[in-house]
């Protein structure tokens, strides 16, 4: 983004550094502050400024700083719709001037990456009026050998230049989301395990970047083949389905904590890492930082919720089916998480911690069907729910399309001799 600034498109970036919100849910790449304009000189008759609100600066003092006083401020803020107690350091405002004698005639701020407000005086009264911010959608195909891990083999992949590493991570993480019912990432990725990946890379009409959504995958990954394509039913609700249409998603999760690597899968038995004797182990303990968060495998109710022994501070979950989930050695509990509470698959109901019997920071997950251990990664989740039957030739045709961005096709080579002839 600096190389960008610095290539001329400084102006039409300046008035777009605004971030309202947490500065981590900010949408498109954070900018450079900028940096307060002063006046050209008198014969000049209409002018901007821009300003930035300062780290413990409040909204009155900069607005002061620009010659607007307290009434103004009163009727700017309301007319904006803003919080100014919610305003973050780094919030540009930008201001128009018509005549030296006074203060400036309008304010422009960016309240929402689609959406500027600009309050403009008109006699004694300010009046708003609201500019949309238009983004335009382009699909980038990104295909790479995975290694270690996903984020790993994205950042090997060669467009570094376009896509910074925050919004690398992320793809990592929206992609681990699209297979989270098929692959446990922290632990079935192999060398020479391969990825592609549709995703949109959004523009605004401002020249800002951020990523969109993903639209097809494909994974190669411990000898299995996945592919993903998202579609959206009319309802507005997408889901991410297979080749023939069945949704990927199932019951259960196949990793119930953010992948980053795992320290010992699931055996018959194996040397308790404290206890040094060994025992059957009846999970699988995914190695991850203190704090990480602990995510329901599947939709369920809190059976426990407290203290258990060797397991310390330990998360049980009844499931449909007879089918319970332990989540072991944690750290705390996430709010209202209690004893009969209801939580959703993939809700965060703890962190990972090393309370109890633990050698270092980890979770310790148990899959249990009718009070028995099982390897969570050997039960069988069943087939996902089709797309409805009168939604089938819309997924087809949208498939279709996604495929030909996904796997752009040798010449020579028809779409048909790649199993759409063969479709039911
Ligand atoms: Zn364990």
Redesign the pocket.
Known sequence: MRRLVATGLALAILGAAAMFAAADAWPWRRLEPVAATTPPGPTVRGWTTSDTLRQGETLGELFNRQGLGAVDLEAVVSLLGIDPRRLRAGQVFNFGHHDSATGPTDVTVRVRPDLETRVARSDDRWLAEERPIRWDRHPVRLEGRIVTSLYDAMTAATWSEEIDENDRIRLAWDLADVFAWAVDFTRDIQPDDRFAVVFEREVSERGETRLGRILASRLEVAGRRLAAFRFETPDGRAQYYDEEGTSLRRAFLRAPVEFRRIA?GFSRSRKHPILGVWRR?Q?I?YSAAAGTPVLAAGEGTVVSAGWSGGYGRMVELRHRSGITTRYAHLRGFAKDIRIGARVGQGEVIGYVGSTGLASGAHL?YEFRQSGVARDPNQVDLGNGEPVPADLRQPFLTERDRLRALLDPAPPTTSVAADGVAGDR
């Open positions: 010992s182990h999970g303990d310790h």
